[in-house]
C-alpha cells in the first residue's frame, strides 16, 4: 500500500465519521427537548401517585445524596401543607436505587417508590415488589431499620438480597427522611429567626 493509498482510505474514514457525527448530532438535538419533557411528565406522575390528594406539589429544596442531583418538595392542598416528599438514592450491590418517599407533616412513611434501578433480576429487584414496599406503610425514622426475621415494627429484609434491601431502607430512605426533617426544621428556625 502506497502513502497515496493510506491517505485516501484515512480521508475516506474522516468523513465516514464526521457525517455519522453529524447524523448522531442531528438526531440528538431533534430527540432531547422531547425526551426532557418526556421525563419531566413521567416525574409529576410519579409524584402525583405519592399523594394523591395533593392539589399541588413544589420544589422545596435540592440535596446531593451519594453526589446525585435529587430534589424535595412540599405538598398541599388549597394553601395548607398536607406532606412531603423526598428524592433519594441509596447504593445497592449492582446500582444506585433511585425512589421517591412521601410523608406526613411527622414525618411518618406513607408511601415508596422505586424509579430505577439495575439490581439483580430475581433477587434485589424485588425491592420493587409490593410484598416489600408495603412494609414502610407507617414508619418512622427508628423503625427504618433492616432485620433478617420476620417482624411488624421494622423492615425484614428479602431473603438473599439484603444489601439491595438495606439500600433502600437506610441508605436511601432513612437518609433521605431524616435529612428532609434535618432541612425543613431548619428552615423553620430561620423563618423563625433562630
Do not use: C
Not at 415494627?153 to 428479602?158: F, L
Amino acid at each position: 500500500m502506497t502513502t497515496k493509498d493510506i491517505v485516501k482510505v484515512t480521508l475516506n474514514l474522516v468523513v465516514i465519521y464526521v457525517i455519522g457525527g453529524l447524523i448522531l448530532a442531528f438526531v440528538y438535538a431533534k430527540a432531547s427537548p422531547i425526551m426532557y419533557v418526556k421525563q419531566k411528565e413521567e416525574k409529576e406522575r410519579a409524584l402525583k401517585k405519592m399523594i394523591p390528594e395533593a392539589d399541588k406539589i413544589e420544589v422545596s429544596g435540592t440535596w446531593e445524596p451519594h453526589g446525585k442531583h435529587a430534589e424535595y418538595y412540599t405538598a398541599k392542598k388549597g394553601n395548607e401543607e398536607i406532606g412531603y416528599i423526598i428524592q433519594s438514592f441509596g447504593k445497592g450491590y449492582s446500582s444506585y436505587i433511585n425512589m421517591l418517599a412521601s410523608v406526613d407533616k411527622n414525618f411518618t412513611l406513607k408511601k415508596v417508590s422505586i424509579l430505577s434501578h439495575a439490581e439483580t433480576p430475581g433477587l434485589g429487584d424485588e425491592i420493587e415488589k409490593d410484598y416489600f414496599l408495603r412494609q414502610f406503610n407507617g414508619k418512622t425514622l427508628d423503625n427504618l431499620v433492616i432485620v433478617k426475621e420476620e417482624t411488624k415494627d421494622k423492615i425484614q429484609a428479602i431473603s438473599g438480597a439484603t444489601i439491595s434491601s438495606r439500600a433502600v431502607t437506610e441508605d436511601g430512605l432513612r437518609s433521605g427522611v431524616k435529612a428532609l426533617r434535618d432541612k425543613l426544621s431548619g428552615e423553620a428556625k430561620d423563618a423563625a429567626g433562630h
